[in-house]
């Protein structure tokens, strides 16, 4: 379990401070938590190869209501791509299930479009809510970059059926202008599926803060209309959350 501390290292760049310790990880996995590593099945790699990827979360309970939560999901940089994030989650599910548990959910920042492709698109789930500033990230809560993320729930009771990225289809609430950075959202829109568009390449801070600000505006707005963010298209090197309205 030291393993999967360097797991996060690797994945994220994160701080000594930030990782969540072995230590948490043990007390998981004896009372009810589900702590999944990641290695290669490569033989010539030996018995010893360390951890390339790790899968961690806990029961959460509500109103009477229990799921799993997953908390953490990470691969090495160089296993981006390959499959693991999903037989890691597949796994997961699994163990979910043979504890009674019949849903899970998670969190991802909604400016990352490729893990969005993994939560949507490859693993059938949907994002319910958005959160302003779920985390603070930095020192000082006031000068950080806004940690904005949505919620993913996942039906573990239907099968898993992983669908390729369909074409943009339906009124546009969200898309870039010819500047790259995004126009005024448009709010005022019913219709049964709606389209935000996330950018793909990675974006300076100015910009990145103009997305996050826009992509914040237009999901709160409409998942709080009754819609729900189920699928990711694509059209060459645009991509563009699908909002469905009442599912």
């Known amino acids: 379990m030291?393993?999967?501390e360097d797991v996060q290292i690797h994945a994220w760049g994160y701080a000594e401070r930030e990782v969540l310790p072995a230590t948490m990880f043990r007390i998981?996995?004896?009372?009810?938590?589900?702590?999944?590593?990641?290695?290669?099945?490569?033989?010539?790699?030996?018995?010893?190869?360390?951890?390339?990827?790790?899968?961690?979360?806990?029961?959460?309970?509500?109103?009477?209501?229990?799921?799993?939560?997953?908390?953490?999901?990470a691969t090495h940089p160089d296993w981006r791509g390959t499959g693991m994030a999903v037989a890691?989650?597949?796994a997961q599910r699994q163990r979910a299930l043979e504890q009674g548990l019949k849903r899970m959910t998670w969190t991802f920042d909604p400016l990352v479009a490729r893990?969005?492709?993994?939560?949507?698109?490859?693993?059938?789930?949907?994002?319910?809510?958005?959160?302003?500033?779920?985390?603070?990230?930095g020192e000082d809560r006031q000068t950080a970059f806004?940690?904005?993320?949505?919620?993913?729930?996942?039906?573990?009771?239907?099968?898993?059926?992983?669908?390729p990225a369909p074409a943009p289809k339906g009124q546009v609430a969200l898309q870039a202008g010819p500047d790259g950075l995004p126009t005024?959202?448009?709010?005022?829109?019913?219709?049964?599926?709606?389209?935000?568009?996330?950018?793909t390449p990675e974006l300076e801070t100015p910009a990145k803060m103009a997305w996050r600000l826009a992509l914040r505006?237009?999901?709160s707005h409409y998942l709080g209309r009754g819609y729900a963010?189920?699928?990711?298209?694509?059209?060459?090197?645009?991509?563009?959350?699908?909002?469905?309205?009442g599912i």
């Open 88 to 90: 890691l989650k597949l």
């Open 115 to 137: 893990n969005a492709r993994l939560n949507l698109g490859k693993l059938g789930a949907r994002a319910v809510s958005y959160h302003s500033d779920w985390y603070a990230l």
């Open 2 to 4: 030291r393993e999967l």
């Open 217 to 219: 505006e237009a999901l």
């Open 184 to 199: 005024a959202a448009n709010l005022d829109l019913h219709g049964p599926q709606l389209l935000a568009e996330v950018p």
């Open 28 to 73: 998981s996995a004896a009372t009810g938590g589900i702590v999944l590593a990641a290695y290669p099945s490569d033989a010539a790699e030996g018995p010893d190869a360390p951890a390339l990827g790790l899968a961690y979360g806990f029961p959460a309970l509500r109103s009477g209501e229990m799921w799993h939560h997953s908390h953490l999901l």
């Open 229 to 245: 963010v189920t699928d990711l298209a694509r059209e060459g090197q645009r991509a563009f959350y699908v909002l469905t309205k």
């Open 146 to 163: 806004p940690a904005d993320r949505l919620m993913i729930e996942w039906d573990l009771t239907q099968p898993h059926a992983p669908r």
